[in-house]
Nanobody, 122 residues
Framework: DVQLQASGGGLVQAGGSLRLSCAVS????????IAWFRQAPGKEREGIAC????????VYSDSVKGRFTIASDNAKNTVYLQMNSLKSEDTAVYYC???????????????WGQGTLVTVSS
């Protein structure tokens, strides 16, 4: 049974930082792509970062490039999203997802975590 557990969300002031975690179980971690998506109120879900566990290749959306960093700890089966220089427009529910290959489309991912809320106050 594959499970993804996202955590680390909260309330932060603009300019601040947060680190999200996605703990993955029941999946061969090294053969998977793990991605972070987010969905702001009234908006579509957006893919923002992805990492391929076996080679650490990463991809970012333009909206977070240079501010967010995705990293994988294969020993802990956990993927992190370090978010710096947060802006009010980063406010959203953040989801992690796992699939066989990387991509920005949510249809490419088979397994999803429950989401964690990030609120950035201006």
């Amino acid at each position: 049974d594959v499970q993804l557990q996202a955590s680390g969300g909260g309330l932060v002031q603009a300019g601040g930082s947060l680190r999200l975690s996605c703990a993955v179980s029941g999946l061969t971690f090294g053969n998977s792509a793990i991605a972070w998506f987010r969905q702001a109120p009234g908006k579509e879900r957006e893919g923002i970062a992805c990492i391929v566990s076996d080679n650490d290749d990463t991809v970012y959306s333009d909206s977070v490039k240079g501010r967010f960093t995705i990293a994988s700890d294969n020993a802990k089966n956990t993927v992190y999203l370090q978010m710096n220089s947060l802006k009010s427009e980063d406010t959203a529910v953040y989801y992690c997802a796992a699939g066989p290959r990387s991509g920005k489309d949510q249809e490419m991912y088979d397994y999803w975590g429950q989401g964690t809320l990030v609120t950035v106050s201006s």
